[in-house]
């Protein structure tokens, strides 16, 4: 059912209803560290930080009912229109009901040009078989060396993942404590759950890919409800930690101060070798707090300790993939896996996180029920830094001010005049937003008045929280539908700093405008600005110079990593032959 007017459209990132903007927030302020590893430039950066850092706790004493956007549906009527015309429209939609329904499983882009394995059971995940149908056909395409590394993967899973013999073995040696003494068979990254829904896909993703890089095998810490809210990726093998590994009443308690933190060994003694460990694991801390020892692990030389360590127990908040194309031991191998640097997590994302079946019917209903009729959809999403709970006038304006002037949306006509012979096309907005005042608004504003162009202007939004609430069920079943659903629009806006739009950009594969932060509660002139690349931001990243022990400016470095447009100190990927001007 993928839409059929739409062209290859490159939207802003949109999105707002995850838990990503805590972490976000303190990912801001750095560790200071005794090394005085970096430059002046550095520091400049960490005062614009701290700046920042302004704690975000949203709240809204008034969690409405998550399902009074129904009355918005008066707005889906299209205009009286001739009678033909009216025909032509019954008929478009019912092409496009019919297209939906037979194209699902015949469709030629269903494994996503050979990203996914088609060993699966297609009733355990629907999602896998279903979303391409309601996706547009991605601009990019995987490199086969990418497929194949994936499906080399897959085997180094099954063949060391829970419970087989390597598992056995290897966990048995940490349980019993055994010194590391000879290369294990199979190694292991351990991705502890850890911070908001929108950080955890982002964090997972660059977790995937390390352990790609370094042949291990990723295990989830389930968490509250990672089960819940994600298919298995991995054909055969569970990729979930058994319950019963032996260290996980210990994952809560690992920090910095750890002595089995990454961060503290290497300040210890940097000759250390992982045979004079004192436990059969290592904890890497890459939060954003992190300080400057936790980021060797971006250095090359810091990494071969690790090599022999048979489990890795990570902790991010974190999008750290950036940083990894700036070390001589991964970069090559990364460049010929995505020749298009922009599509990693694209690629990442559509390969790994699938909703479950329930999040997955979440998705379809509301697609069905409120964007699959629309000419064009545009995602907006909503994330305010701001500890009251608003709606806030500023903010409209700048959505509005941004949506108008991109062309996104058509002004409204004050005149009151009708316009029933210009265009007779419907857009459908999705916003997304802890808080309902910003979709009431500007739904308003398009029942009230006519547009200019004469197009009908449907405003949607699926749930309104009120605050963020990390860790609950439903609330994350329905923010990770609010992140897929807002990656199947056409066109996408998103805040500055949402880790929640980042993930809606890249999996849609859709080039947002991105608000800027607001200063001063004023509307930003410009109110937004066009993305360099569909990737993510990372927000923490190192400026060490790991040869010459000192401080560089890290988005200066290769073409591919530069800082981002919504955070002066973040980097992200970009395909240096490919930005698109705003
Ligand atoms: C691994 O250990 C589990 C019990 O902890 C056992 O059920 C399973 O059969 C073992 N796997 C193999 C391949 O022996
Ligand atoms: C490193 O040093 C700190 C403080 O001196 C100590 O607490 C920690 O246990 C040491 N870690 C290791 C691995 O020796
Ligand atoms: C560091 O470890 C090496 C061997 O791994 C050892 O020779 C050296 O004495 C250690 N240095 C300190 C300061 O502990
Ligand atoms: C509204 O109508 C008046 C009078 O007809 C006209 O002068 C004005 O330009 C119109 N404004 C717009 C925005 O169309
Ligand atoms: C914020 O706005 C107030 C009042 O409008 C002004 O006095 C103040 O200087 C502004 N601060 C900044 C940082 O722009």
């Avoid at 360590?309 to 090559?332: A, C, E, G």
Wanted: net charge negative.
């Amino acid at each position: 059912m993928r839409r059929l007017h739409k062209n290859s459209g490159d939207p802003p990132k949109s999105s707002d209803l995850g838990g990503d903007d805590l972490s976000r927030d303190q990912q801001t302020r750095f560790g200071l560290n005794p090394l005085k590893l970096m430059g002046c430039f550095v520091v400049c950066l960490m005062g614009l930080s701290v700046l920042f850092s302004i704690s975000i706790i949203l709240k809204d004493s008034t969690p409405n009912s998550i399902w009074a956007v129904a009355d918005a549906r008066v707005l889906d009527m299209a205009p009286p229109g001739d009678l033909g015309q009216e025909d032509d429209q019954l008929d478009s939609i019912m092409n496009h009901n019919k297209k939906l329904h037979s194209s699902i499983f015949e469709h030629e882009d269903k494994l996503l040009g050979g990203l996914l394995s088609s060993r699966f059971d297609q009733d355990s995940c629907l999602s896998r078989y279903e979303a391409s149908a309601y996706r547009k056909q991605s601009n990019y395409k995987p490199s086969s060396y990418l497929i194949s590394r994936l499906r080399r993967y897959e085997e180094l899973h099954k063949r060391c993942g829970p419970y087989t013999e390597s598992y056995n073995k290897t966990v048995e040696k940490l349980r019993s404590n055994e010194k590391i003494e000879e290369a294990s068979d199979c190694n292991y990254l351990i991705w502890v759950s850890f911070s908001g829904l929108g950080n955890r896909i982002l964090t997972l993703g660059s977790a995937f890919l390390y352990a790609l890089l370094t042949d291990r095998v990723l295990l989830v810490d389930r968490g509250v409800d990672m089960d819940d809210l994600f298919c298995e990726p991995f054909p055969e093998a569970s990729w979930l930690l058994p319950l019963d590994f032996p260290i996980t009443e210990h994952f809560k308690s690992l920090n910095q101060k750890s002595p089995e933190c990454f961060g503290n060994i290497v300040s210890n003694n940097s000759s250390l070798s992982s045979s004079k460990l004192s436990s059969g694991y290592v904890y890497l801390h890459l939060v954003h707090d992190y300080d400057d020892n936790d980021k060797l692990f971006f250095c090359d030389q810091d990494q071969s300790f690790l090599e022999n360590v048979p489990f890795l127990i990570m902790k991010s908040d974190n999008y750290f993939i950036p940083s990894l194309f700036l070390m001589p031991t991964f970069q090559q191998e990364l460049l010929t896996l995505f020749p298009d640097q922009q599509t990693v997590f694209h690629f990442l994302g559509r390969y790994l996180f699938f909703p479950t079946n329930p999040i997955w019917g979440l998705i379809t209903r509301y697609y069905k029920s409120y964007l699959q009729q629309a000419d064009e959809t545009i995602g907006i999403q909503v994330r305010v830094f701001d500890t009251r709970p608003g709606p806030f006038q500023y903010v409209l304006d700048q959505i509005l001010s941004c949506s108008l002037h991109n062309d996104l949306l058509p002004e409204i006509n004050p005149n009151e005049s009708f316009t029933t012979s210009k265009a007779q096309n419907s857009k459908a907005v999705l916003l997304t937003s802890l808080s309902s005042g910003y979709f009431e608004k500007i739904r308003d504003m398009y029942w009230e008045h006519p547009t200019v162009t004469g197009e009908v202007i449907q405003v949607f939004q699926p749930s309104h929280e009120g605050y963020q609430q990390t860790g609950k069920k439903m609330h994350n079943r329905k923010a990770w539908a609010e992140m897929y659903l807002l990656s199947l629009t056409d066109k996408l806006i998103t805040s500055s700093w949402s880790t929640f739009g980042y993930v809606a950009q890249s999996l849609g594969g859709l080039n947002p405008w991105i608000l800027y932060k607001p200063e001063n509660e004023t509307t930003p002139n410009p109110a937004c600005t066009r993305a360099m690349s569909i990737e993510p931001c990372f927000h923490a990243p190192p400026f060490f110079d790991c040869k010459k022990r000192s401080g560089i400016d890290t988005g200066e470095i290769v073409p591919h990593v530069r800082h981002c447009e919504d955070m002066s100190w973040g980097l992200k990927l970009v395909n240096p032959t490919a930005i698109s001007v705003a």
